[in-house]
């Protein structure tokens, strides 16, 4: 209603204005001989044409009649929509006590709920069953109502509603449909009740609520209302964040939400180690055997690590849990708390968003349609390596459009195959060679000759145009007028992170690089932090930047979670990626390492020795990442197969450190087929001092050695 | 060298054993062991554990992290002759808890009690490991996370 009269006051003045020029310039038509203009009126806004000929008159009569018309139509949307809005807003009120979570009024009123739920709270100790005062639920009860008091005020809106009167018919509602109100009603109730003048119903009642909550329907989902420490995202940086808590926090209570049915994996061997495996049931199992014949699991823990939700408000030493299949959708900053898209609502004290990214598509496929788009594979999560293992077992060619690091380890993953089945496997994207944003050419060239040796059919150089599905075979047609024919497509061309909550929680959104812009404390705003693939953040070394590698997921992770416990510790700790193409190429890097940047490589000959195979036999561990944090090698394992002799040829290009430099300091560093050498090299550029001969740098890395 | 680019941008060199066999010159920035930004190793300089220790791994994070970091802290403060003696029933705890998660603790715990404490051990679901990254479960390998104070701060966690 409100709305209408400060739709009118807009439209007035330029109603009247749009009049008043009408007079004037019906006036002045009538002065031809170029006498001054009648007055204009003090309220008037935009000036005509003083004294202006006809057709000038004309246009300017259409632009203010254009502009009224529109200003009319602006207001009536409005209008309509405020209306709209509003009703949808009362029909959310209204439905909401039906949910039974919250009906309880404004929140500074924080009596009123306590008032309103203590009546909740009585008639529930009614239909318990068991009011047993289990001594265990006596520990929990001081901790939770705590953490829950929170809750009722945090969690209600502001309705215009009446304070006390829904309340009553809500514990009606509440005894109906026993366990699923009961149990959602029952944090605010304890909550409530323990803080509730009425001291003595107060404490054998959280004992019984709380004891009822551990024994509620276990079919029933229930979700915490209130948390310590929320993370969103599943992934590896959420998991480094609650393991960090966790060490930091004693009996901190984290709880993870996800959109995914899975509990915290790793991703690398989703597209490495998986599909080297010997095991028929490796897509159940997700478990991989490496080179020394370890075998683990993708998933960072089994399910007897965590905690369910449930129990999360109550267990005596915290724990973390994990909330699958649910996604958050809305973040209120300034309440403290989000929304999933079931409605509920949880809020938290501190909070992680490490939601990572979705995978880019061509925009190609997007528009070739359904045909084109069931036979695309956008590679990034459990079921879509469940997928792709399938479909490559039944089709005859499989074609790989992006030649970076996934790219190119899926090709090469799947060359492998092709050498048992018959499957063609085709690697096209637009740069000169594999890792080509990576690596300086020569490398690059290099690595896609050995690409190629997996049996991968590389096409450089390739932009495609259009894609289309004749006869049940995709066909690709590049920029160049090549046309490629295949049976499915693996789209690996980048990763678009996540900012889905950027809008509600007001967080700002990186324009260069994508993802939340944090600082270089990986803090967004004052509860709020982001870790992993959805954060730029600012490096103080680097620069700003944003990394989707999985170290990075973890050290950020780490230091984010230390920072959720009080840490203010920047990122300093440098993270480091690898990639293994096949047995022969291998290499760790450091820092920023784009191939536009100068680079200086110092290369020594290659034995057979020089292979990630030979490392990982050497130093006894499983894989090369982990081998990293010995400080000296074990003694050196006799390596059990006889690869063969590397030819040292001048364009050979064996073992060697690469330096990446901008403005003559090294900002990147990659370690060719040279192990365990990852800690100088993250020295050297936590230095950043420029140095004057790289090969003397070089030589700290001693690569001719093992 | 690529002819298309300027011949400047990326240089390759070539050396042999000999033409690095000499040290080098190159200077570095001495290190210094209480930066605070910097990854701290098992002992932090004030004398405390550092529980985030990637050489724990997730032992002092999992269901039976009060337990252990209680057992473990005794250890370390533990001033009697026989370091730890005194400790006997925080041991005790932890073991029974570690006991009903068979599949985070296996059952070579035995070996830990022998060690200065359990966190040399870790389990094979890799709950703690030093890289806990994508490390291979290190069920037996003493050298994987040993927490004694000669575990240089520097070298202690480079992978992840």
């Known amino acids: 209603?409100?709305?209408?009269?400060?739709?009118?006051?807009?439209?007035?003045?330029?109603?009247?204005?749009?009049?008043?020029?009408c007079r004037q310039n019906v006036r002045r038509t009538g002065l031809t001989n170029g006498r001054i203009p009648a007055l204009v009126p003090a309220a008037h806004m935009s000036t005509g044409p003083a004294g202006g000929g006809g057709g000038e008159n004309r246009l300017y009569f259409a632009l203010v009649g254009a502009a009224f018309v529109a200003t009319g139509?602006?207001?009536?949307?409005?209008?309509?929509g405020d209306k709209?809005?509003?009703?949808?807003?009362?029909?959310?009120?209204?439905?909401?006590?039906s949910k039974a979570t919250e009906s309880d009024p404004e929140p500074p009123a924080a009596e009123a709920p306590e008032t309103a739920a203590v009546e909740a709270a009585e008639p529930e100790a009614v239909p318990e069953p068991e009011p047993q005062a289990a001594p265990s639920a006596e520990e929990p009860s001081p901790s939770a109502p705590d953490a829950e008091a929170a809750a009722p005020s945090e969690t209600t809106e502001p309705p215009p509603a009446e304070p006390s009167a829904p309340s009553e018919p809500s514990p009606a509602d509440l005894t109906e449909p026993p366990p699923a109100p009961v149990v959602e009603s029952e944090p605010p109730a304890a909550a409530a009740a323990a803080e509730s003048p009425a001291a003595e119903p107060a404490e054998p009642q959280p004992e019984v609520v709380a004891e009822s909550a551990v024994e509620a329907v276990p079919a029933l989902p229930k979700v915490p209302s209130h948390?310590?420490?929320l993370l969103i995202g599943g992934g590896t940086a959420s998991f480094a964040a609650a393991r960090s808590i966790r060490a930091r926090d004693p009996n901190a209570k984290v709880l993870i939400v996800t959109d995914e049915p899975d509990l915290p994996y790793m991703r690398p061997p989703l597209?490495?180690?998986?599909?080297?495996?010997?095991?028929?049931?490796?897509?159940?199992?997700?478990r991989f055997k490496q080179w020394n014949g370890k075998e683990r699991s993708i998933y960072f823990q089994p399910a007897s690590f965590y905690i369910s939700p449930e129990e999360l408000d109550s267990a005596e030493n915290g724990g973390v849990a994990?909330?699958?299949g649910k996604k958050v959708?809305?973040?209120?900053?300034?309440?403290n708390k989000v929304k999933l898209d079931d409605e509920t609502e949880i809020s938290y004290d501190k909070c992680l968003i490490a939601t990572g990214g979705v995978p880019r598509n061509l925009q190609v496929i997007e528009r070739a349609g359904d045909e084109v788009m069931k036979r695309t594979t956008l590679f990034r999560k459990i079921e879509d390596f469940k997928a792709l293992d399938k479909v490559s077992r039944n089709i005859q060619s499989v074609t790989i459009i992006g030649g970076g690091f996934l790219g190119s380890e899926l090709a090469c993953a799947l060359g492998r195959r092709s050498n048992e089945s018959d499957l063609e496997v085709i690697q096209m994207f637009p740069e000169k060679g594999n890792m080509g944003k990576v690596l300086p050419e020569y490398l690059s060239n290099w690595t896609t000759a050995k690409v190629k040796r997996e049996g991968v059919k590389v096409i450089a150089e390739a932009l495609v145009k259009s894609v289309t599905c004749k006869d049940d075979k995709l066909e690709i047609q590049l920029k160049?007028?090549?046309?490629?024919?295949?049976?499915?497509?693996?789209?690996?061309?980048g990763l678009e992170p996540n900012v889905d909550l950027a809008k509600s929680a007001g967080l700002e959104v990186d324009s260069d690089f994508g993802g939340y812009r944090v600082n270089a404390e990986l803090q967004a705003r004052s509860n709020i932090w982001v870790a992993g693939d959805a954060a730029c953040f600012y490096d103080i070394r680097l620069g700003r930047r944003r990394v989707e590698h999985h170290d990075h997921a973890v050290v950020s992770g780490r230091l984010a979670g230390e920072n959720m416990t009080g840490a203010n510790k920047p990122y300093w700790h440098q993270s480091m990626f690898w990639s293994d193409l096949g047995p022969d190429v291998g290499y760790e890097a450091i820092g920023i390492v784009d191939s536009s940047l100068p680079t200086v490589g110092v290369f020594a000959k290659a034995t057979a020795k020089d292979t990630p195979k030979a490392a990982t036999e050497e130093s006894g561990t499983g894989i090369r990442s982990e081998s990293e944090t010995e400080d000296t090698a074990v003694s050196p394992v006799a390596s059990s197969l006889p690869a063969p002799v590397v030819q040292q040829n001048k364009d050979d290009y064996g073992k060697g450190v690469i330096f990446y430099l901008r403005d003559k300091v090294v900002v990147g560093i990659i370690l060719w087929n040279v192990f365990n050498r990852m800690p100088i090299a993250r020295k050297i550029i936590k230095d950043g001092e420029e140095h004057a001969d790289l090969n003397e740098v070089a030589k700290l890395f001693n690569i001719h050695e093992d | 060298m690529s002819p298309s680019e300027s011949p400047c941008k990326d240089r390759i060199i070539f050396v042999t054993r000999e033409d690095h066999e000499t040290p080098s010159n190159a200077e570095l920035i001495a290190e210094d062991p209480d930066d605070p930004y910097e990854e701290q190793g098992l002992i932090l300089p004030n004398g405390d554990i550092n529980w985030n220790c990637p050489c724990l791994g997730g032992m002092a994070s999992g269901p039976c992290g009060s337990q252990f970091k209680e057992a473990f802290s005794c250890f370390h403060y533990s001033k009697e002759e026989v370091k730890g003696s005194e400790c006997i029933d925080n041991f005790r705890n932890m073991q029974e808890c570690m006991q009903r998660y068979p599949e985070l603790y296996p059952q070579e715990e035995d070996k830990a009690e022998s060690n200065s404490g359990s966190a040399s051990d870790p389990p094979t679901e890799g709950s703690a490991l030093p890289s806990e990254t994508d490390s291979a479960p290190a069920s037996s390998e003493p050298e994987s996370a040993v927490p004694s104070d000669s575990m240089s701060p520097t070298d202690d966690q480079t992978a992840s």
């Open chain 1, 1 to 21: 209603m409100l709305k209408c009269r400060t739709a009118w006051k807009k439209l007035a003045p330029l109603a009247r204005a749009s009049s008043t020029v």
């Open chain 1, 73 to 80: 139509i602006y207001a009536y949307r409005t209008v309509k």
């Open chain 1, 84 to 97: 709209q809005r509003y009703q949808e807003r009362i029909d959310e009120i209204s439905s909401r006590p």
């Open chain 1, 227 to 229: 948390t310590p420490y």
């Open chain 1, 271 to 286: 597209s490495k180690e998986l599909w080297f495996s010997d095991d028929p049931s490796v897509t159940d199992t997700l």
């Open chain 1, 322 to 324: 994990v909330l699958t």
């Open chain 1, 329 to 335: 959708v809305h973040m209120d900053v300034r309440g």
């Open chain 1, 480 to 493: 160049d007028g090549r046309l490629v024919k295949t049976d499915h497509i693996v789209a690996a061309v």
